[in-house]
């Protein structure tokens, strides 16, 4: 066995065609890292016409090898087939630009951050496989809701990533938060002393982002997807929310306008 050899599970957020049949791909890694990965006739074809598996949204189980010789941390796929993919999504574009957002956001993320560590950041694996996993079943069985699956994965994320906002009490008084409160993404903060020149549907608006963080935190998928009321505020609050956060500019992502 060479020990720079090893297995691992993991989830196509991009993939680059390179030369004639081969492939880059970026992947995140059941250990939520993220990963940059030689794919050698990774676009299928050729004489056997074997279709690729490599596509965005697919779980592949890989044998990988790292390489003293390629620069950029750059991995290469020495084996690898299929674990799961979604069957339905594709029938869906919507939820396609889903799926495309989601990926996009986790390579970003990865990208920015610098930091992941083996095993360190799993969790954030399983948010996006559970997201992949019900966005799909959720089309198969022709219910699905855009906003629902965005906000449940939004404030999953936000939470494993430790930024959540407090939604338990007043920014300024620390008072419990009843009625009448607002919520500023900037700043990611509840308040409900500072309520001058806001009017109803901002009020609501923040009522059910504080809901939504609620359920979600003490929900498991599918359950809190179920709970989801597919609020459109609520998604663009938590994704504003997310962008001040990581200082990214939410018109830099490409599925954005597909989403919002
Ligand atoms: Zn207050």
């Known amino acids: 066995m060479n020990s720079l050899d090893f297995k691992t599970q993991a989830l196509v957020l991009h993939k680059t065609p390179f030369r004639d049949r081969d492939l880059v791909v970026k992947l995140i890694s059941q250990s939520g890292s993220l990963m940059s990965v030689l794919f050698y006739g990774g676009r299928g074809g ?3 016409k074997k279709s690729s598996l490599v596509e965005v949204g697919h779980c592949l189980n890989l ?3 790292k390489s003293s010789k390629l620069e950029n941390n750059l991995l290469t796929a020495k084996e690898w087939s299929l674990k799961w993919s979604p069957n339905h999504i594709r029938l ?4 396609f630009y889903l799926m495309s957002f989601f990926s996009e956001i986790f390579l970003k993320l990865g990208q920015e951050a610098h930091d992941y560590e083996e095993d360190e950041h799993k969790e954030l694996y399983i948010i996006l496989s559970n997201a992949l996993f019900y966005l799909d079943e959720s089309v198969q069985q022709s219910d699905f809701k855009i906003y629902a699956h965005l906000s449940t994965f939004l404030s999953k994320l936000i939470y494993q990533l430790g930024i959540s906002p407090d939604y338990e009490s007043c920014y300024n008084c620390s008072k419990e938060l009843k009625n009448d409160f607002t919520f500023n993404v900037q700043n990611g903060v509840f308040s409900c002393c500072e309520n001058e020149g806001f009017n109803k549907s901002e009020f609501e608006s923040a009522f059910k982002l504080y809901r939504k963080l609620k359920s979600s935190f003490s ?5 809190s997807l179920e709970e989801d009321d597919n609020d459109y505020s609520v998604s663009k609050n ?3 929310f997310f962008c001040y956060q990581y200082q990214f500019n939410p018109s830099n992502y490409k ?3 597909l989403v919002f």
């Open 238 to 240: 938590l994704f504003h």
């Open 219 to 223: 929900l498991k998928y599918p359950q």
């Open 46 to 48: 050729g004489v056997k």
């Open 63 to 65: 044998n990988l090898r």
């Open 92 to 95: 869906n574009h919507t939820a």
């Open 255 to 257: 599925s954005y306008s």
